[in-house]
């Protein structure tokens, strides 16, 4: 996102890199098997998904270890660029599991609505998961596998003293005591069937463990509950590598990840009336490199910027001081334009997903019909608007009555800031390219073959971000719902989740139970 007079390259060409769990023709998906989150490493060397049957599956990267080094060594060497990041199976494991309310008589689904990574200690991976109510904190390492590689006895001395049937030394479990001993039967068959020299042995055998194999194991180290009265819908962690937020529809607690049996409250929207409610919190992210600053999104279109100011009191006693007081630093909102108000106005409006840019100078916002892209510096307005369903605007009725227009679509930044994407129906997503002077406007399919269902959108000419911003750049818009094979479009199937990895043009998506991996 750079401001001033430069133009970025052309539009990415994408390909297809690699796919898990691809589905058979006619093969019928199982709810449970549905991804329903993506999330990157800070690094980009992991990958970890959830789905709606409670499992966090885990990927990693390849291509660096099959070259040695991480990428920061690669590019010192001058190693050459032509790679693209290539992910494998690592382990998964069963995050969550359904509940059962029985004070609100409420079924807690055990589906993952978001994933965030933690820092890294000791070559263990920790990441945070989160139902509808419950939050859990996991670490996985690997735990060397021990074996006994030699046993006790000597059996080439022992045949020739007497016989040994079996590697047990006790034939039947009756004639074993409880406490590992012998019963009588059993000692008098065992001194029958071993005689010791009268001389004595030389020598005692002892048994040795190695452990050449090593597994990976997840264990869950605290779990966050009881602090949620409506459902989560985002956590996000600090710069500050000790705390993190999480967030439902009318407030958003902070936590210390050592502590799991206290939260505070920093943000909270209910009234006093609940009839008097005109808007819920639909998703919370922490500044990328301030720790006192956040964004959350609500369901009228606003973007608000908080800031936790420290009071000069502080319980000195707990990690996490109970001294947080919000103050809105910034509310982004776009002007309603007059007469456009109907019935399904504020529907659209709704923000499903925000994230910060890497520099944190940017938000971007996906609400139904669009990706807004917001500088931080400037309230009045988007600097760039992109339409990605302005196509479905003559259809709003139906999707209404089928309940497409409460899809909750997320969105996603290139590590570089100079790329924003954002899923659709048929299982198509959207790249664009958001720099000065960029005209990219890319839609691809989540299949092998990305391009082949390529719609060429005209788009107007981004306007520098550092000039007036009194007009929103729009680019993008389709005028129609069938796609350049004149297929229509599809809303059973939809592209919800997908992200970004943080240091090359490389995404990754869900397509139902499928994980789709592009480079560029």
């Known amino acids: 996102m750079k401001g001033g007079g430069e133009v970025t390259a052309g539009p990415l060409e994408w390909k297809f890199s690699q796919v898990f769990g691809e589905r058979t023709a006619g093969e019928e998906v199982q709810e449970v098997d549905i991804i329903s989150a993506i999330e990157f490493d800070r690094t980009g060397d992991h990958l970890a998904t959830g789905d709606r049957g409670g499992r966090v599956v885990l990927f990693e990267r390849t291509d660096t270890k099959e070259h040695g080094g991480s990428q920061r060594e690669l590019e010192r060497v001058d190693y050459p660029v032509g790679r693209h990041p290539e992910f494998r199976y690592k382990t998964e494991f069963q995050s969550h599991e359904p509940e059962f309310d029985y004070l609100k008589s409420l079924e807690i689904e055990e589906k993952i609505n978001k994933i965030r990574w933690c820092q890294t200690a000791n070559g263990a991976l ?36 007497g016989s040994v049937a079996n590697s047990s030394l006790c034939s039947s479990p009756k004639q074993c005591l ?13 001194s029958n069937d071993l005689s010791f020299p009268p001389e004595g042995i030389s020598s005692l055998r002892l048994p040795v463990v190695t452990s050449n194999e090593t597994s990976l ?3 869950c180290r605290r779990v966050y509950a009881h602090a949620h009265d409506y459902h989560i819908n985002s956590i996000s962690n600090n710069s500050d590598g000790e705390t993190f937020i999480s967030a439902d529809d009318l407030r958003i607690n902070l936590w210390n990840l050592e502590i799991s049996n206290q939260s505070f409250n920093i943000v909270d929207v209910k009234p006093t009336n609940m009839e008097d409610l005109t808007e819920v919190i639909t998703s919370a ?51 309603e334009a007059p007469g456009s108000r109907s019935f399904f106005t504020e529907i659209i409006a709704s923000i499903s997903d925000i994230k910060f840019a890497k520099d944190g100078r940017y938000i971007l916002s996906r609400d ?9 510096n400037m309230d009045s307005g988007p600097v760039s608007t992109f339409q990605v369903h302005e196509y479905l605007r003559p259809k709003l009725c ?16 290139s590590g570089d800031g100079t ?12 790249v664009f390219g958001c720099a000065a002077g960029s005209t990219e406007a890319t839609t691809l399919e989540a299949s092998k073959n990305p391009m082949r269902r390529q719609v060429q959108t005209p788009s107007r000419p981004s306007r520098s971000l550092s000039s007036s911003i009194t007009r929103v750049v729009r680019r993008g818009a389709d005028s129609s719902g069938v796609d350049a094979n004149g297929n229509s479009f599809d809303f059973t199937t939809k592209l919800l989740h997908l992200a970004w990895h943080p240091t090359e043009n490389s995404i990754a998506c869900a397509a139902a139970n499928s994980l789709y991996m592009y480079y560029a």
């Open 419 to 430: 790329r924003v994407a954002t899923g659709s129906y048929s299982n198509l997503f959207r």
């Open 217 to 219: 194991l997840a264990r």
């Open 285 to 335: 992210e922490f500044h990328p490199t301030h720790c006192n600053t956040l964004a959350y999104s609500s369901s009228k279109g606003s973007v608000r910027l908080i800031d936790l100011r420290q009071s000069a009191l502080c319980d000195s006693h707990s990690k996490l001081c109970r001294c947080y007081q919000r103050g809105t630093l910034e509310m982004f909102e776009e002007q």
């Open 398 to 413: 139906d999707l209404y009555e089928n309940d497409s227009i409460f899809d909750k679509f997320e969105c996603c930044l």
């Open 368 to 376: 139904y019909m669009t990706l807004k892209l917001w500088d931080i």
């Open 178 to 190: 409880a406490n590992g001993g012998y019963g009588d039967k059993a000692y008098s068959s065992l």
């Open 126 to 161: 920790f990441l945070l998961s989160t139902n509808d109510k419950t939050i859990k904190y996991w670490k996985v390492q690997e735990k060397k596998v021990k074996k006994i590689s030699e046993m006790n006895i000597d059996y080439s001395k022992a045949a020739g003293n």
